[in-house]
């Protein structure tokens, strides 16, 4: 099995940055695509950025040049730099990693933006 471990999460006031990190662990041979999802509170679980193994990155139009995603291969972890941060952006952020061929989520983390 593949163990995600997401830290990084907080309270922040509007404007300000936040780092997310997930670490994976375990059975792993190859990670394909790493990624991050969010969902606040009566919302559905929605997309917020992946990168891929080669490092092409994809973004919400919600977070594009405020949210950056990058990852370390060789420590198997991914992480989001989140800046500017707004009230919008609160939810709990989820790390999803594909290790082929399945798909892993992590616990989430919450994420607390105040006006």
């Known amino acids: 099995q593949v163990q995600l471990e997401e830290s990084g999460g907080g309270l922040v006031q509007a404007g300000g940055s936040l780092r997310l990190s997930c670490a994976a662990s375990g059975r792993i041979f190859r990670i394909d695509a790493m990624g991050w999802y969010r969902q606040a509170p009566g919302k559905q679980r929605e997309f917020v950025a992946t990168i891929t193994s080669g490092g092409t990155s994809r973004y919400a139009d919600s977070v594009k040049g405020r949210f950056t995603i990058s990852r370390d291969n060789a420590k198997n972890t991914v992480y989001l730099q989140m800046n500017s941060l707004l009230p919008e952006d609160t939810a709990v952020y989820f790390c999803?990693?594909?290790?082929?061929?399945?798909?892993?989520w992590g616990q989430g983390t919450q994420v607390t933006v105040s006006s």
């Open positions: 999803w990693v594909i290790v082929i061929p399945q798909n892993f």
